[in-house]
């Protein structure tokens, strides 16, 4: 049984930092594909980034993209979302997933199994 727990979440001031963890359970990851997905109140959830857990390869979304950085620890079965210079409009439930495959899909019904999420409130 895949599990994955997200920690890391919290409050903090625009500009201000967090690190994101989710940590993956219930068999090995090679050759599957984690991604972070946010929800904000009112809004659909929407793609984050994702990495291919073989090679590391990352793909972000734009708004993101220069800010946010994945990272992985094959030993602990867990990926890492670093966030700096948080702006307010990062404020969500952030969910991290996985699904088989080596395509960093953007779309959540492209991935299987789901965390239960960690907020993130960024103040101005």
């Known amino acids: 049984q895949v599990q994955l727990e997200e920690s890391g979440g919290g409050s903090v001031q625009a500009g201000g930092s967090l690190r994101l963890s989710c940590a993956a359970s219930?068999?090995?990851?090679?050759?599957?594909?984690m991604g972070w997905f946010r929800q904000a109140p009112g809004k659909e959830r929407e793609f984050v980034a994702a990495?291919?857990?073989?090679?590391?390869?990352?793909y972000y979304r734009d708004s993101v993209k220069g800010r946010f950085t994945l990272s992985r620890d094959n030993a602990k079965n867990t990926v890492y979302l670093q966030m700096n210079s948080l702006k307010p409009e990062d404020t969500a439930v952030y969910y991290c997933?996985?699904?088989?495959?080596?395509?960093?899909?953007?779309?959540?019904?492209?991935?299987?199994?789901w965390g239960q999420g960690t907020q993130v409130t960024v103040s101005s």
């Open positions: 990495i291919r857990w073989s090679g590391g390869s990352t």
């Open positions: 219930g068999r090995t990851f090679i050759g599957y594909v």
């Open positions: 997933a996985v699904r088989r495959g080596s395509y960093l899909y953007e779309g959540p019904d492209e991935y299987d199994y």
